[in-house]
């Protein structure tokens, strides 16, 4: 971390009191059904290099959300290693979290950024990702550490 982003995170840390950090969330921002990034194939990101639509009977069951995959390989490539195509922050926008907010993302607007998914919830949002990618990924950090997830 340069010192720019540990100023950052240190005035972060300051601008939120710990009694306002006590959140519960949903580990994952969860669809009205249940799926992880409303369904849509984290590997495909990857894989592919776009948002590709899961299907209902290619689904694997990962830290109680239901994560949809295009087919038995993306399936199998998940399962092998979840963390490495879950998306940071459990999919909520990393914008959001960076500004001490859980708004779900739109898994139309991602971005991957040292091998790691980064979902947002409006274009805007990866636009000023992509002018202080390490800043906001380390706000977001503090942020996403304070809450405390439903199990």
């Known amino acids: 971390m340069n010192r720019r982003s540990f ?6 840390m300051m601008a939120f009191p710990s009694a306002v950090l006590a959140k519960t969330i949903s580990r994952f921002s969860l669809s009205n059904t249940g799926h992880a990034l409303k369904g849509y194939d984290t590997t495909a990101y ?15 069951n990962w830290k109680g959300a239901v994560w949809r995959f ?8 998940f399962q ?12 909520y926008c990393t914008r959001a979290m960076s500004l001490g907010n859980e708004v779900p993302g739109d898994p139309d607007v991602w971005r991957i950024h040292e ?13 000023i990702f992509d002018d202080g990618r390490d800043d ?9 550490d304070t809450l405390t997830f439903v199990e």
């Not at 990857?46 to 694997?60: H, L, N, P, Q, Y």
């Not at 906001?136 to 996403?144: G, T």
């Open 7 to 12: 100023v950052t995170v240190a005035m972060a």
């Open 46 to 60: 990857f894989r592919a290099g776009e948002a590709t639509d899961g299907e209902d009977a290619i689904s694997v």
């Open 70 to 77: 295009a087919s038995q390989g993306d399936a199998a490539l």
């Open 80 to 91: 092998a290693d979840p963390e490495a195509y879950a998306p940071q922050f459990g999919g």
């Open 115 to 127: 091998g790691k998914l980064y979902v947002f919830f409006a274009a805007r949002g990866g636009r």
């Open 136 to 144: 906001m990924i380390a706000l977001a950090q503090v942020h996403w």
